[in-house]
């Protein structure tokens, strides 16, 4: 009876693990379930593919449930986490970055320039982004988005 329970034991914890290993997305990303399509997430695909190193059952059934239910694909307007990560440490021109909220930012080179300077030079490549003139006046400077939304409850709370 004891090599029975260790033997239940054994296959019981093998099968959880092949299950938590198995649809990555599925797991990782719930909220995308039911997408019928668009641009595949790299992240999904290679974390389904280390499935695929325990054996070829348990990356085919990965691939299988991540396909059918649709959370191997990424929601429209949303970029992967690669993605997000190499805009992050690209540097040079102005480039707009997807967060992981799906807020789509502009980040804007000020590296090199005086604090003096700053606003007005964000202002005048706010401007030429937007195709409209912004006033270096109405720049709010913050360094991340937990200031971000406490101006924001803040200029809530004011109104």
Avoid at 22 to 41: H, I, M, N, T, W
């Amino acid at each position: 009876m004891n090599r029975v329970v260790k033997r239940g034991i054994a296959v019981s914890a093998v099968l959880v693990s092949v299950l938590n290993l198995s649809a990555c997305g599925y797991f990782l990303y719930p909220e995308r379930k039911g997408q019928a399509g668009g641009r595949v997430d790299p992240a999904v695909v290679i974390l389904d593919g280390a499935g695929l190193l325990f054996g070829l059952l348990p990356g085919i059934v990965a691939f299988a449930v991540d396909i059918t239910n649709g959370t191997i694909y990424l929601p429209p307007g949303h970029s992967s986490v690669f993605d997000r990560h190499l805009s992050s440490t690209e540097q040079g021109a102005p480039a707009e970055v997807t967060d992981e909220e799906g807020q789509v930012w502009i980040r804007l080179p000020v590296e090199g320039v005086d604090e003096n300077t700053r606003l007005e030079v964000l202002s005048d490549q706010l401007s030429g982004i937007t195709g409209q003139q912004v006033e270096a006046e109405d720049i709010v400077w913050l360094q991340d988005s937990a200031e971000l939304r406490a101006a924001s409850r803040f200029q809530a709370a004011s109104r």
